[in-house]
């Protein structure tokens, strides 16, 4: 609430219906990720043991924070779509006011999760040369 009346810019990518859609299975990470480079092997190796290495069914992970990162770099609006609006204040019952505010906010209402994982994975396993360029 206090960020939100404050007057400062912002953008909100909604956690469930929005962020929730960029997730990654286990297969993903193999193929994609595993054995890249020291820090994929991390993220791959971190995100198996934080779900557990025995589990036996088909899961995926939201990747919240990269969706983030993804609006940064949403230039051409390739990566996800967002608008204008004015901002409604949160309220003490998870609700929003009906009331909005004169301040207004960016609003992600969509991610394109096929291509902003086509991107995420392309700067993770970009060699060393590449990335010093």
Do not use: H
Request: glycine share 6%.
């Amino acid at each position: 609430r206090v960020v939100f009346s404050s007057g400062a810019p912002i953008v909100q990518i909604p956690c469930f219906g929005v962020a929730s859609s960029f997730s990654i299975s286990r297969q993903e990470l193999e193929r994609f990720l595993k054995g890249k480079n020291p820090v994929c092997d991390y993220l791959v190796n971190n995100t198996i043991d934080a779900v557990g290495r025995n589990v036996q069914i088909d899961w995926t992970r939201i990747i919240w924070d990269a969706t983030a990162i993804g609006w940064v770099l949403n230039e051409d609006g390739n990566l996800m779509e967002d608008k204008t609006v004015n901002i409604k204040m949160p309220l003490y019952n998870n609700m929003y006011s009906d009331e909005c505010s004169e301040n207004i906010m960016r609003y992600v209402y969509y991610i394109n999760r096929d291509e902003l994982m086509r991107n995420m994975i392309e700067a993770l396993t970009r060699g060393e040369s590449e990335v010093k360029k």
